[in-house]
């Protein structure tokens, strides 16, 4: 079965970096769009990055610059390198397949002031 593990967050000072992990099973991985997401305490979950089976990338405005989305898909993995953190980056964040309900536990990001 299809399977999505988020691993990486932590508790991060504002003006850090993480660097998120999303490890996938079940499927045939660099055939598909992948996807972050985040959601914080009452807010909408966000689309945050995608990269697309060719290696092509997109983000939101609020992270553009900031961020930056890979995939290694020999190990089946998607990566999210978060640098220069902000308090409003705090949220649980979430790998997906795009165009598919698969989503992963979630890996809570904390950014202190």
């Known amino acids: 079965q299809v399977q999505l593990v988020e691993s990486g967050g932590g508790l991060v000072q504002s003006g850090g970096s993480l660097r998120l992990s999303c490890a996938a099973s079940?499927?045939?991985?660099?055939?598909?769009?992948v996807a972050w997401h985040r959601q914080a305490p009452g807010n909408q979950r966000e689309l945050v990055a995608t990269?697309?089976?060719?290696?092509?990338?997109s983000y939101a405005n609020s992270v553009k610059g900031r961020f930056t989305i890979s995939r290694a898909n020999v190990k089946r993995t998607v990566y999210l390198q978060m640098n220069d953190l902000k308090s409003e980056d705090t949220a649980v964040y979430y790998c997906?397949?795009?165009?598919?309900?698969?989503w992963g536990q979630g890996t809570q990001v904390t950014v202190s002031s």
């Open positions: 990269i697309t089976s060719g290696g092509a990338t």
């Open positions: 997906n397949i795009v165009g598919y309900n698969y």
């Open positions: 079940g499927i045939s991985f660099s055939r598909y769009d």
